[in-house]
């Protein structure tokens, strides 16, 4: 990552825009975009994993809490941002070549950083984790983009009569594709040793596939299968690509009005058909199920309305203004900030009695575990966290320094 004025700004941040053009990008997609980074901090550092509250746990398997609702909240905006970020990018002159390229680049140092975060600090290379948070957003990153190219060009070989809604038609076609491949496959693809139509940890087919690819390169915490694994990779894609679609409508030129209207009608149909469906594909992030997308799409299209009506229809945005410190700087604090906990849970020193004790276990003990139930004590201690990280990121900010990849 490198350190960039605001002029350079990265593509997954936002400038100022005129909500009812097409042009620039939006103040409110930097807001969510932070909002939903301060809640990863959150829900990744409490102070003792075996005190949480429950909306800050992921699901044990099926169904779903407010945390499960993060990372796809994130994917979904970076396929927005790229909607944005890649006409500013066109219109200052980039070819779609030099775009490919620069798309394929960030994904290799996205991946990188997602591989290092995994093996800090002693990089065990015979069984390191290979897929992470980073490595999937990298993957569905590559992935969306080159459909949201390709899409261009079909829509360029096209008669100026069609040309206007055919990249919407190919990018939902394909995200169509992605949901219903995925469930057909999940369901009637027989699993050797397992059976056919398995959704259970050990015996459905996206568990088997990573047991089969990446060997013991896997969670730690599950070991014989990756929440971020090879095949449920295919349908956080389309998680990408239907924030795509929310971007192009943002983009249009319809008044702003009717593009917060039209984004929150079509999230309530998406969450109440995930809802319905659930029963017969349960919504699952661990599977990343179809079901799990249509449900997340439509609470992110949701959320994306409120905020967009909020802060760029109403103006209100004094409110918002730490989420923004968070939003510029995305990668770059989820990053640190994983990096700094990991640190601070490895390493620690010898105190007086000459015992060992961890960075982190003696700050929690020491300041929070006294002075609250186990519960409230670790949430004190992830909010400390969240706000720890917002102090160390808003001279940058105002300095209009950014680090991008």
Same mark, same amino acid.
Request: proline share 5%; charged share 15%.
């Given at each position: ?10 593509? *997954? ?12 990008? *939006? ?62 990018? *066109? ?43 980073? &490595? ?12 949201? *190219? ?19 038609? @190919? ?10 491949? +995925? ?16 959704? $259970?940890? &050990? ?6 596939? $990573? ?68 029963? @017969? ?26 905020? +967009? ?39 620690? @020193? ?6 060992? &004790? ?22 004190? @201690? ?14 940058? $900010? ?8």
């Amino acid at each position: 990552m490198a350190a960039v004025g605001s002029a350079a700004a990265p593509e *997954l941040h936002a400038v100022d825009a005129v909500p009812g053009s097409g042009a620039g990008r *939006l103040i409110s997609l930097d807001v969510l975009r932070g909002a939903t980074i301060a809640a990863m901090i959150l829900v990744n550092n409490p102070g003792d994993w075996d005190h949480i509250y429950w909306p800050l746990e992921h699901a044990a398997w099926n169904g779903w809490t407010p945390t499960d609702l993060i990372f796809p909240l994130f994917l979904f905006i970076v396929g927005v941002a790229m909607t944005f970020s890649f006409a500013a990018r *066109l219109d200052r002159g980039m070819s779609r070549g030099r775009l490919g390229r620069h798309i394929f680049t960030r994904v290799v140092i996205l991946f990188a950083i997602g591989l290092f975060l995994n093996g800090f600090p002693n990089f065990p290379w015979h069984t390191i984790r290979i897929m992470g948070v980073l &490595q999937r957003i990298a993957v569905c990153y590559l992935a969306a983009g080159f459909l949201y *190219l390709a899409s261009w060009r079909v829509e360029s070989r096209l008669h100026s009569r069609t040309r206007a809604n055919s990249n919407w038609i @190919f990018i939902a076609a394909a995200a169509i594709v992605l949901l219903v491949g +995925y469930w057909a496959v999940l369901k009637f693809v027989p699993v050797p040793g397992y059976g056919i139509g398995r959704l $259970d940890p &050990q015996g459905n087919l996206g568990a088997y596939l $990573d047991r089969k690819i990446m060997g013991n390169h896997l969670w730690s915490e599950s070991v014989t299968w990756d929440p971020e694994g090879f095949l449920s990779t295919f349908p956080a894609i389309a998680t990408a690509l239907l924030g795509i679609l929310a971007g192009e409508w943002l983009r249009s030129a319809r008044t702003g009005l009717r593009k917060a209207a039209g984004l929150a009608a079509a999230g309530a149909v998406l969450l109440v058909a995930g809802l319905l469906l659930h029963p @017969f594909f349960p919504i699952n992030k661990n599977l990343w199920t179809s079901t799990f997308v249509i449900f997340t799409a439509g609470f992110a299209m949701l959320c994306l309305a409120a905020c +967009y009506w909020l802060v760029d229809l109403k103006g209100y945005r004094r409110w918002a203004a730490p989420f923004l410190v968070f939003g510029r700087n995305a990668i770059a604090v989820y990053f640190l900030s994983e990096l700094f906990a990991e640190i601070t849970t490895t390493f620690g @020193f010898k105190d007086s009695d000459g015992d060992y &004790q961890i960075w982190h276990d003696w700050f929690y003990d020491t300041l929070f575990s006294p002075h609250a139930s186990p519960k409230n004590a670790s949430l004190a @201690f992830a909010m400390f966290y969240v706000l720890l990280w917002l102090l160390l990121m808003w001279p940058l $900010d105002r300095k209009r320094i950014y680090l991008r990849v």
